[in-house]
């Protein structure tokens, strides 16, 4: 096996590959972006991607989110969690916080150290970078662009950079969801404890079509843990939901939600069902269970064998 991520080495998204079985003596390759870590899968350079996709501070990760959607289909076979905290790395000749003028970190850990920049380096400006790690790196550089970099403990000890300040973040105890994705193949079998990921296009715009999207999952019992809007691109009001819900497409309630989504949104995208990395096994009322499920469908079939 070999791992496409969103590189350098060091960003949040390698440890969460490094919790795969394997990975850690397996080729690891890092991606500028996530749109080419997908696309390394897709082209079959790498098996595997591992890219974020949602952040209890600041929701769902666009760049995957859209990435995911469109384009060849792909398939997400596990989710890792891994609990985000930052420090504040500085360029040499740097010894305090009213020295540093620039400041560059991933867009998503900025806005979850805002509030600490906002309050101990006011004066900086912020340049975003592709990733934690990248920005980290510059500081490394002969005539570094930036004073001052704000990445994860694990980069800034693997480069041995200078740690002015640790725990930078404003929200202690924030996590980030990553997924790892194949090109399609086996789904993992169910574990009683799963979620699955869709990707809902709105057949039309008009009152009640999201409703109506929505009743399919009401009607079996299935509960969704996550839904976002997101462009199509195409035109402006034009847009797809990216869902993920608690259950196995090898559930019977599931599978029959699938069954009336694909009725009313043909191009449902179905990107696979895999094990939570943390929750509650689903609360199924009995006229939804499996058992229900089943017993109804021979009773209408044994009404059509009369036919």
């Known amino acids: 096996m070999n791992y496409a991520y969103l590189g350098p080495a060091g960003t949040f998204t390698e440890s969460a590959l490094l919790q795969v079985p394997g990975a850690a003596d ?27 996709i949602e952040n209890s501070v600041e929701g769902g990760v666009s760049a995957t989110l859209d990435a995911i959607a469109q384009g060849e289909s792909l398939q997400i076979v596990s989710e890792i969690l891994v609990p985000i905290t930052f420090v504040l790395a500085v360029r040499p000749g740097i010894d305090s916080l009213a020295q540093i003028k620039q400041v560059s970190t991933h867009g998503h850990a900025w806005a979850q ?42 980069v800034a000890q693997e480069r ?25 193949g086996r789904i993992p079998q169910p574990t009683g404890v799963d979620k699955s990921t869709l990707i809902l296009p709105l057949p039309e715009d008009r009152p009640g079509a999201l409703m109506e999207l929505l009743e399919q999952f009401t009607a079996r019992g299935v509960n969704l843990s996550r839904i976002e809007s997101r462009p199509t691109g195409k035109s402006l009001g034009e847009y797809f939901f990216s869902v993920d819900i608690e259950g196995h497409v090898a559930e019977e309630r599931v599978a029959a939600a699938l069954s009336g989504l694909h009725r009313l949104s043909p191009k449902l995208r179905f990107l696979g069902s895999y094990p939570a990395a943390q929750g509650l096994e689903a609360s199924v009322d009995t006229h939804n269970s499996d058992a229900a499920f089943s017993e109804a469908r ?7 064998d009369r036919v």
């Open 113 to 154: 150290c805002r509030l600490w920049a906002e309050a101990n380096i006011p004066g900086a400006a912020f340049t975003p970078a592709s990733s934690t790690a990248a920005g980290a790196l510059t500081l490394e550089e002969a005539d570094p662009p930036h004073d001052a970099a704000i990445c994860s403990p694990l």
């Open 160 to 184: 041995g950079l200078k740690v002015l300040v640790s725990g930078v973040e404003d929200n202690v105890g924030a996590v980030t969801r990553f997924i790892l994705v194949t090109r399609p």
């Open 26 to 52: 397996a080729q690891r390759i890092p991606a500028s972006n996530v749109n080419v870590a997908l696309s390394m899968v897709r082209e079959g350079a790498a098996d595997a991607a591992m890219v974020p």
């Open 298 to 304: 021979a009773w209408v079939q044994s009404l059509r």
